[in-house]
């Protein structure tokens, strides 16, 4: 079968859309559930482009990073939600905006 | 070589003296402080002695290294001792006359409460001069030189808590640094034109050059401005006007600082310096005139003063000028001296006047006194020696150096002769004045004033008339009286003038023996002399409603010269209001408040804007904080690929 | 136009879909959702770029249990519709631009330096074995500490979400 090509750019522009989507997210959004699943959009598009690069440059170690990304998020996840709990306990509010005791 | 005579002992002495004192006399008993005292100023004149004694083994000059200081590039100068016959001079008349006021003071300032403080100083001062007078180049006389300034304005304002007081030390301390900043610049000019300022190096280096036209040149400059140092210190115009006002001050102070000792130092600084005024022919004739105008001038204004202090202070100033005289007509030896003679009969003066003071019960208008000849006769005796030596009656010593100077002046120009002629007559007038005003005719002082006011720190007695001085006062006046009567035969037959050849150069064209001329006007100032006596006598012996007449008559001019010619006032007008305002005005309340302390304040008040505005960044709102992250991360990916692209 | 072409193309507007989507609900179960539909999109596209295993991990964890906590504590806080605070200017003001920009010039970088270059269908294998071999032997360390990570991870979940203790609770 003829191998076919996709050029490299086009992973990388795509990973870097839902980077960028993350971050605009992050800004752009009140619901702190959703801030953190604007993070988890972000650290999905960092995990594409380290694919892509480990198939551009046949290094292996680039997937298995991906794995060790995917670890983390979790367990930044989990502690993440539980710390959502615990605030909501007090402050009765998922807006973040409500959140803002720590100021000058 | 010289053996090491430890110069150094000579001022420190009285350095230790006057640090123990200081520190320690609070506490201590008045016989501890007077002896700590008289201890270390005895000593410092005892080693002078020894070194006078063992001056003729000595090859002069004779310089002792004490510890280096100044090290810069090739310009040296160290902290050394320089001893020739000058410096011998100088060294003997400060020490001598000095322990002499020592003695005298313990018995002047007895029940003074700061009895302590008055000897530290006078001891800080003994230190200072005698640094100045045995210094090896200029800059440590200039030690000395501030070092005698700073003294004086302590001792001025001794009394500090009197207005009067405070504010003459500070006269005399600002007048003096005006003539200090003209010796400041020679120094700086002869730093940079001879790399140095130890005698020695400077003399040899302006020796081999010629005499300067008149007009400019370096010489001409440094001579110049040596004389305005000079003139601040030894009081000559324009800025003779803080000694008057020094009188403030005890009369010990008056004597040995601002007659003996402290104003001669522009006298010794000239004639030290002569190597530099003989090559500038200008600079000299500058140095007469002055010396010359200001002892008629303060003469004139002796006449007319009430306060015996104060014509003592005029007189000073005059003599002073006789001394400038001689330097400026070449006679640097016999400035020399006039400047010995005359610290014995005015520290005499001075001291008695003193003696005068404390037997009145403190009241120094002559106008108040009188007839006191028969009630203080010891003093009566030491003032009248004085008067004979400073008119200038032979044999005493005054006529000696005074005729020395006058037919030295003759030999230069007659119009320095005729007006010194003419002010030795005036001296001789109001000298005599002054003993006819305050021993002779009746007395009148009010009786209580004789029982004590304790201006000059004396306490009542309780005597109810005056009476006379206690020994402890009464020697040293009388060793003076007998330095006044003797002291002026050294100049006889010119061996003052040989002895200080080798320093001050011999060239005397009086040097052919005496001649007719010079007899000649050796009368024509014993005729000077004698006749300001009768005058006197005549005006406040014989007929005393007379000078109340003369003094009606002349009216205005009479109340100029009454008030000094109102240089004070003119002084006043022309530099010290200008100064004030400008310095209130534009330096305190434009530079000082807007400028400088506007800056600091804005400084500060900046900040706390600035961080007023910056606080606002901590919102504690995470999406805000987030903002200022990706802008920032922006800014650096930006930074990043700019780097990578260059 | 190649078959690789397309599907990634395919599985890329999945992506663009999903993440748009989600800046654009406003309910956070709709966003969450639609993370779930990028992910698996993701997984698509690590296929096809021949990473079986990390598609697999990632079809597994991240969108069945990563998300799966996501929309159980969604579920468990009774999250609504967000409201339409609008705390900051600074995060409009300067942040979209800043990132807009970061994004244009990372954008150009990348189509400067890989404008030309391709990657295969299923360029690099990515065995089991393979991984495993690189994941024990070349970094074991960091594997066990991520372990010890994972075990922290959940110590602090269970103290943060754990109720507290009422005053009279203790008597026992």
């Known amino acids: 079968m003829v191998p076919s090509y996709v050029p490299l750019s086009y992973y990388l522009l795509l990973s870097g859309f839902l980077f960028a989507c993350g971050v605009v997210g992050f800004l752009i959004k009140r619901d702190i559930i959703t801030i953190f699943m604007s993070i988890e959009l972000m650290l999905n598009g960092v995990n594409l482009s380290f694919v892509a690069f480990a198939a551009h440059w046949h290094a292996l170690a680039g997937q298995v990073f991906v794995f060790f990304v995917m670890v983390v998020a979790a367990a930044e996840a989990t502690v993440g939600l539980a710390i959502i709990i615990a605030v909501y306990r007090t402050r009765e509010t998922l807006n973040v905006d409500q959140v803002n005791l720590l100021k000058l | 070589m010289n053996p090491n005579l430890n110069l150094w002992l000579i001022p420190v002495l009285p350095l230790a003296g006057a640090a123990i004192n200081g520190f320690l006399g609070k506490k201590a008993s008045r016989e501890a402080v007077s002896a700590v005292a008289l201890f270390f100023c005895g000593a410092a004149f005892v080693m002078a002695?020894?070194?006078?004694?063992?001056?003729?083994?000595?090859?002069?000059?004779?310089?002792?290294?004490?510890?280096?200081?100044?090290?810069?590039?090739?310009?040296?100068?160290?902290?050394?001792?320089?001893?020739?016959?000058?410096?011998?001079?100088?060294?003997l008349v400060v020490t001598g006359v000095g322990f002499l006021i020592h003695i005298y003071s313990v018995g002047y300032m007895w029940d003074d409460p700061s009895y302590y403080r008055f000897f530290s100083y006078l001891n800080l001062f003994m230190f200072f001069m005698l640094t100045l007078v045995l210094a090896n180049n200029y800059l440590v006389m200039f030690i000395g030189w501030e070092g005698v300034g700073l003294a004086s304005y302590l001792l001025i304002g001794f009394w500090f808590t009197k207005d009067?007081?405070?504010?003459?030390?500070?006269?005399?301390?600002?007048?003096?640094?005006?003539?200090?900043?003209?010796?400041?610049?020679?120094?700086?000019?002869?730093?940079?034109?001879?790399?140095?300022?130890?005698?020695?190096q400077v003399f040899r280096s302006i020796s081999p050059l010629g005499a300067e036209t008149a007009g400019a040149g370096l010489l001409t400059a440094i001579g110049l401005l040596l004389m305005v140092g000079a003139a601040g210190k030894s009081a000559q115009i324009p800025l003779y006007v803080w000694l008057p006002d020094a009188m403030e001050g005890p009369t010990p102070v008056s004597a040995l600082i601002h007659a003996a000792t402290m104003v001669t130092a522009g006298v010794y600084m000239v004639s030290r310096s002569h190597v530099i005024f003989e090559r500038a022919p200008s600079a000299l004739m500058v140095v007469a005139i002055i010396g010359t105008l200001t002892a008629f001038f303060a003469a004139t204004i002796g006449i007319a003063q009430t306060d015996i202090k104060k014509v003592l202070a005029y007189s000073t100033i005059s003599q002073l000028g006789y001394m400038f005289m001689a330097c400026g007509v070449g006679a640097f030896s016999a400035g020399i001296f006039h400047l010995m003679t005359h610290a014995f009969f005015k520290g005499l003066l001075f001291l008695g006047a003193g003696s005068v003071i404390h037997a009145v019960g403190g009241e120094q208008d002559m106008r108040k006194m009188g007839g006191l000849r028969s009630y203080i006769p010891w003093t009566f005796l030491a003032m009248f020696?004085?008067?004979?030596?400073?008119?200038?009656?032979?044999?005493?010593?005054?006529?000696?150096?005074?005729?020395?100077?006058?037919?030295?002046?003759?030999?230069?120009?007659?119009?320095?002769?005729?007006?010194?002629?003419?002010?030795?007559?005036?001296?001789?007038?109001?000298?005599?004045?002054?003993?006819?005003?305050?021993?002779?005719?009746?007395?009148?002082?009010?009786?209580?004033?004789?029982?004590?006011?304790?201006?000059?720190?004396?306490?009542?007695?309780?005597?109810?008339?005056?009476?006379?001085?206690p020994m402890v006062m009464l020697v040293p006046l009388m060793i003076l009286a007998l330095l006044s009567l003797f002291g002026g035969f050294v100049g006889w037959g010119h061996h003052f003038e040989h002895f200080l050849a080798p320093v001050l150069g011999g060239e005397s064209a009086g040097e052919a023996g005496t001649s007719i001329t010079?007899?000649?006007?050796?009368?024509?100032?014993?005729?000077?002399?004698?006749?300001?006596?009768?005058?006197?006598?005549?005006?406040y012996s014989a007929r005393p409603e007379l000078p109340q007449k003369i003094a009606d008559s002349l009216g205005g001019f009479y109340q100029t010269v009454v008030h000094k010619y109102y240089i004070d006032e003119l002084y006043a007008v022309?530099?010290?209001?200008?100064?004030?305002?400008?310095?209130?005005?534009?330096?305190?309340?434009?530079?000082?408040?807007?400028?400088?302390?506007?800056?600091?304040?804005?400084?500060?008040d900046g900040a706390g804007h600035v961080s007023d505005e910056v606080r606002h960044m901590q919102s504690g709102n995470i999406r805000s904080y987030a903002g200022w992250i990706t802008a920032g991360s922006a800014v650096v990916i930006a930074f990043m690929i700019w780097m990578g692209v260059r | 136009m190649s078959f690789h072409l397309i599907l990634f193309l395919a599985f890329g507007a999945v992506c663009v879909g999903g993440a748009v989507n989600l800046l654009a609900q406003r309910h956070p179960i709709n966003s969450a959702l639609s993370l779930i539909a990028v992910m698996a999109a993701l997984a698509g596209e690590y296929l096809l770029l021949g990473a079986e295993f990390v598609a697999a991990v990632q079809v597994i964890v991240y969108a069945g249990a990563v998300m799966v906590l996501f929309v159980f504590v969604i579920m468990l806080l009774n999250a609504g519709e967000e409201e339409q605070t609008n705390g900051s200017r600074v995060a409009f003001l300067l942040g979209v631009p800043g990132m807009l920009t970061g994004g244009v010039l990372v954008a150009w970088v990348v189509l400067r330096q890989s404008g030309s270059e391709t990657v295969p269908?299923?360029?690099?294998?990515?065995?089991?074995?393979?991984?495993?071999?690189?994941l024990f032997h070349d970094f074991l360390l960091p594997f066990e500490?991520?372990?010890?990570?994972?075990?922290?991870?959940?110590?602090?979940?269970?103290?943060?979400?754990?109720?507290?203790?009422?005053?009279?609770?203790?008597a026992d």
């Open chain 2, 574 to 604: 022309l530099f010290v209001k200008p100064l004030v305002e400008g310095s209130t005005r534009i330096l305190w309340q434009d530079v000082d408040r807007k400028m400088i302390d506007a800056a600091v304040n804005d400084a500060g």
């Open chain 3, 145 to 170: 500490v991520t372990s010890v990570l994972i075990l922290i991870a959940i110590m602090g979940a269970v103290v943060l979400a754990s109720k507290p203790e009422t005053p009279a609770g203790r």
């Open chain 3, 121 to 134: 269908i299923g360029a690099l294998p990515g065995r089991p074995t393979d991984i495993a071999q690189l």
């Open chain 2, 518 to 539: 010079e007899w000649l006007l050796m009368g024509v100032s014993i005729l000077a002399a004698v006749s300001g006596w009768i005058l006197a006598h005549l005006l």
């Open chain 2, 164 to 200: 009067s007081a405070a504010s003459a030390g500070k006269k005399a301390f600002i007048v003096n640094r005006i003539g200090d900043f003209g010796f400041l610049i020679a120094l700086f000019l002869l730093i940079k034109h001879f790399g140095s300022l130890d005698f020695d």
């Open chain 2, 385 to 469: 020696i004085a008067t004979l030596a400073i008119a200038g009656i032979p044999p005493l010593a005054g006529f000696w150096s005074k005729d020395e100077i006058l037919w030295r002046a003759y030999q230069v120009s007659w119009v320095y002769w005729l007006i010194g002629v003419v002010t030795a007559f005036i001296t001789s007038f109001y000298m005599f004045r002054l003993l006819y005003m305050t021993f002779f005719g009746d007395y009148r002082g009010v009786q209580e004033q004789a029982s004590g006011q304790a201006s000059h720190g004396h306490d009542a007695h309780g005597h109810g008339e005056p009476h006379e001085s």
């Open chain 2, 49 to 91: 002695l020894w070194v006078a004694v063992r001056f003729s083994t000595l090859s002069l000059p004779h310089q002792e290294f004490v510890a280096h200081w100044i090290r810069f590039g090739s310009f040296r100068a160290d902290f050394a001792f320089y001893l020739d016959q000058l410096s011998l001079v100088m060294l």
